[in-house]
T-cell receptor, first 114, second 111 residues
Framework: EAQVTQNPRYLITVTGKKLTVTCSQN?????MSWYRQDPGLGLRQIYY???????DKGDVPEGYKVSRKEKRNFPLILESPSPNQTSLYFC?????????????FGPGTRLTVT | GQNIDQPTEMTATEGAIVQINCTYQ??????LFWYQQHAGEAPTFLSY????GLEEKGRFSSFLSRSKGYSYLLLKELQMKDSASYLC????????????FGRGTSLIVHP
């Protein structure tokens, strides 16, 4: 089944404790991206990647890191989480980001930082 | 950059028709998407417009006017399951080619 998977789905952590949210897609897509979704603010892009070893900042990259060592995986790293990073996070992938290429979203990771 | 505007919330009655508007400003337009998102779930693709006009897909249609920076999503024969957020997303010609999302419109369908 073609899909984007994220782990964990739910996470409660404390300020400053490094964490990684994994994202994997099995559709051989080139483009992958991370979003956070907050009430009243909609989906905001954190980082994106156009291919292996090619990553760039989105609109709200502060406090986050990513890597793209393999085509299928695009982990999101929070080196020192803070309460303002409490949010719902979505990973998404698309074939090439051109034309009618739609984005396929993972199920989301709900993160709480206390 | 882009500026995308949608109404925050709309209500409608089961069986009716509702139109959700989206206006945008972008330096180089390269496509507009509509996604549906049920509460607590991932967004799912509904439609894509890059040329002016109406694209129809079952009960859902999407319209685009590039000169006016305007799109709408039309939902016909509303069902209770259509209660969801509807996200307008615009892709431009610069940068990532990954669309920027508006804040979404929460649609509540009443019996």
């Amino acid at each position: 089944e073609a899909q984007v998977t994220q782990n964990p789905r739910y996470l409660i952590t404390v300020t400053g404790k490094k964490l990684t949210v994994t994202c994997s897609q099995n559709m051989n897509h080139e483009y992958m991206s991370w979003y956070r979704q907050d009430p009243g603010l909609g989906l905001r892009q954190i980082y994106y990647s156009m291919n292996v070893e090619v990553t760039d900042k989105g609109d709200v990259p502060e406090g986050y890191k990513v890597s793209r060592k393999e085509k299928r995986n695009f982990p999101l790293i929070l080196e020192s989480p803070s309460p303002n990073q409490t949010s719902l996070y979505f990973c998404a992938s698309s074939p090439r980001g051109q034309g009618a290429d739609e984005q396929y979203f993972g199920p989301g990771t709900r993160l709480t930082v206390t | 950059g882009q500026n995308i505007d949608q109404p925050t919330e709309m209500t409608a009655t089961e069986g009716a028709i509702v139109q959700i508007n989206c206006t945008y400003q972008t330096s180089g337009f390269n496509g507009l998407f509509w996604y549906q998102q049920h509460a607590g779930e991932a967004p799912t693709f509904l439609s894509y417009n890059v040329l002016d006009g109406l694209e129809e897909k079952g009960r859902f249609s999407s319209f685009l006017s590039r000169s006016k920076g305007y799109s709408y999503l039309l939902l016909k024969e509303l069902q209770m399951k259509d209660s969801a957020s509807y996200l307008c997303a615009v892709r431009d010609t610069g940068g990532s080619y990954i669309p920027t999302f508006g804040r979404g419109t929460s649609l509540i369908v009443h019996p």
